[in-house]
């Protein structure tokens, strides 16, 4: 069986065309703007969510990244330049650093503050 596939462009419109239709679909029954003003809300709200989840996970992997560093050497790293130079991350993070003592805190000026 032949299947045919949308080409990328038009996949893309596609989900363009849905979610317009969805956000005017909100408006409520009467014809005012709640729902509309609803999605709008939400939607503003997303990048905040977005960099705390951003956080999170940034500073569950270096936890996870140190605790490692500490079984195979027996101490904390004194610095992120520890855990690259061991291979245990790629590159320091843009939100956080770690301390002498092995312990993450945030960057300054980081949204994860």
Avoid: H, K, W
């Avoid at 855990?83 to 991350?89: E, G, K, R, Y």
């Avoid at 312990?103 to 000026?109: N, Y």
């Amino acid at each position: 069986m032949v299947q045919r596939m949308l080409p990328r462009p038009a996949i893309g419109l596609t989900a363009v065309v849905a979610l317009s239709m969805a956000v005017i679909g909100c408006g409520s029954a009467d014809g005012g703007s709640d729902g509309l003003r609803g999605a709008m809300e939400v939607a503003a709200g997303a990048p905040a969510a977005a960099s705390a989840a951003g956080c999170d996970l940034d500073r569950s992997a270096l936890a996870a990244a140190i605790e490692v560093f500490v079984a195979l050497n027996g101490e904390p790293p004194t610095s992120e330049q520890d855990l690259v130079d061991a291979q245990m991350i790629v590159e320091p993070t843009e939100n956080y650093d770690v301390d002498g003592d092995g312990e993450i805190v945030a960057q300054p000026g980081s949204p994860c503050a």
